[in-house]
């Protein structure tokens, strides 16, 4: 019902530059928020970024300053650019869509299947 794919992974050296973009389709009236999540090998996913419908932002404190997040509404697209990035931001990302389902007018959670992010000293 709801596809959430994300993509733009890969190796970088510290100091280096990426950005993951994430795409949501299928049968829902509205987002109401998208979010970067992060699990690093042996840890817990944890919230990396996130944007409302309204456009506010939150970070992790590890990531402010080096990551933004931003979002493309015609295209229900949410992107990440990552800045100066470092050994430990080593992690898969995964993509979080909350939307609002046409059917019942619920709201639900939606996962990405994941981007690896690696970062080499």
């Known amino acids: 019902q709801v596809q959430v794919v994300e993509s733009g992974g890969g190796l970088v050296q510290a100091g280096g530059s990426l950005r993951l973009s994430c795409a949501a389709s299928g049968s829902f009236s509205s987002i109401n928020r998208m979010g970067w999540y992060r699990e690093a090998p042996g840890k817990q996913r944890a919230l990396v970024a996130a944007?409302?419908?309204?456009?506010?932002?939150n970070y992790a404190g590890s990531v402010k300053g080096r990551f933004t997040i931003s979002k493309d509404n015609a295209n229900n697209t949410v992107y990440l650019q990552m800045n100066s990035l470092k050994p430990e931001d080593t992690a898969v990302f995964y993509c979080?869509?909350?939307?609002?389902?046409?059917?019942?007018?619920?709201?639900?959670?939606?996962w990405g299947q994941g981007a690896q992010v690696t970062v080499s000293a």
């Open positions: 944007i409302s419908t309204g456009g506010s932002t």
């Open positions: 979080n869509a909350e939307v609002t389902m046409v059917s019942d007018g619920l709201q639900y959670s939606y």
